[in-house]
């Protein structure tokens, strides 16, 4: 088993190396060795180590394919890092809007994994896209991250952003808040970190 090194770009688009050993390096001077060499790759759809756990947990806790979780999780870490945020917060997010059901549609026409209303986000979208859209893993993810970082530009602090995204800016009691970082502890675990980064201070709503 071979070991991959990242060299430049992402997990997704990026160069890739691995220090393969010579097995001829030992032998005597006009020796002929056959080399073969196998390299391993990790059938995890470019996820990392830490998010591959939380898809093994999601999996069992909300009775889902792992096959189907892995292109969201993947576009949860990409846009993670795009945006600044952490990747376990945009899955929790997931997890209160549709329970991971990328199919999911509210009563006020919200829409997939992270219940995007489109009508709100056509600019976030893109020109062009069929009004089933939003039911793509990928996409909605990234739509859905991009409205959070709108949020925390407008308002400057996560609880905000959180409420904003849930559309509940007025609730004094910012329960959409607590539910997502509750469910954000949970991950922290299944990821294979402590308690920490889990804390948001919440204000009275303004």
Do not use: C
């Not at 220090?19 to 759809?45: E, K, R």
């Amino acid at each position: 088993q071979v070991t991959m090194i990242l060299i430049t770009g992402t997990m997704q688009s990026g160069t890739w190396a691995a220090d393969v050993p010579n097995p001829a390096a030992a032998q005597p001077t006009g020796t002929t060795v056959p080399l073969y060499y196998v390299i391993v790759a990790n059938d995890d759809d470019d996820l990392s180590p830490e998010m591959a756990k939380v898809r093994d947990w999601v999996a069992e806790r909300y009775r889902v394919s792992e096959k189907s979780l892995e292109p969201a999780l993947a576009a949860a870490e990409a846009s993670a890092t795009k945006l600044g945020f952490d990747p376990l917060l945009i899955v929790a997010i997931m997890a209160v809007e549709s329970s991971f059901n990328p199919r999911a549609v509210s009563n006020m026409g919200a829409q997939g994994l992270m219940q995007v209303i489109p009508r709100y986000h056509q600019d976030k979208i893109g020109k062009n896209k069929s009004k089933y859209a939003l039911f793509d893993p990928e996409l909605n993810v990234r739509v859905g991250a991009e409205v959070l970082h709108e949020g925390l530009r407008r308002y400057g602090s996560m609880q905000r952003a959180l409420q904003y995204y849930n559309g509940s800016l007025r609730d004094p009691n910012a329960r959409y808040t607590r539910k997502v970082m509750s469910i954000k502890k949970h991950l922290l675990t299944a990821a294979g970190r402590g308690p920490m980064a889990t804390r948001v201070t919440l204000t009275p709503a303004g």
